[in-house]
């Protein structure tokens, strides 16, 4: 995850971390480590598809998409919101399988609940270039 193009952030440090940690865990495309944090319950939308209920589903998602991938690294841009309900703006650069890069804008809106685990993630994103 790179924030060297973050140009504001209306979240507390800490949260910044949790973040910058929750997406290293996603760049590296660590499942396990990604699904600490979740909460059991958490529902997820991914752009255009149908919304995906409980961590252990969500993980089967993300590593069936990740299978279709070589890698992928965020760069944020701005993290608007509060502590415990903030849209993240990203640029990702992906890397398909044939090796070539592109750069997809997207923006995720998190809400987190008292333990500080995401209870909802809404990924908004157009992922046709990955696959043109």
């Given at each position: 995850?790179?924030?060297?193009?973050?140009?504001?952030?209306?979240?507390?440090?800490?949260?910044?971390?949790?973040?910058?940690?929750?997406?290293?865990?996603?760049?590296?495309?660590?499942?396990?480590?990604?699904?600490?944090?979740?909460?059991?319950?958490?529902?997820?939308?991914?752009?255009?598809?149908?919304?995906?209920?409980?961590?252990?589903?969500?993980?089967?998602?993300?590593?069936?998409?990740?299978?279709?991938?070589?890698?992928?690294?965020?760069?944020?841009?701005?993290?608007?919101?509060?502590?415990?309900?903030?849209?993240?703006?990203?640029?990702i650069e992906y890397t398909?399988?044939?090796?070539?890069?592109?750069?997809?804008?997207?923006?995720?809106?998190?809400?987190?609940?008292?333990?500080?685990?995401?209870?909802?993630?809404?990924?908004?994103?157009?992922?046709?270039?990955?696959?043109?």
């Amino acid at each position: 995850m790179k924030t060297t193009h973050l140009q504001h952030v209306h979240v507390s440090d800490t949260t910044l971390a949790w973040l910058a940690e929750k997406y290293e865990a996603v760049d590296a495309m660590d499942a396990e480590k990604y699904r600490r944090f979740l909460s059991a319950d958490c529902e997820l939308q991914f752009g255009n598809n149908p919304i995906v209920q409980c961590n252990n589903e969500i993980i089967g998602g993300i590593k069936h998409f990740w299978e279709t991938i070589r890698g992928l690294n965020h760069s944020f841009i701005n993290i608007l919101g509060n502590d415990n309900h903030f849209a993240a703006e990203a640029i990702i650069e992906y890397t398909r399988k044939d090796n070539l890069v592109v750069n997809v804008p997207g923006v995720t809106i998190i809400q987190r609940n008292e333990a500080g685990l995401a209870s909802s993630v809404k990924i908004f994103i157009d992922t046709t270039p990955i696959y043109k």
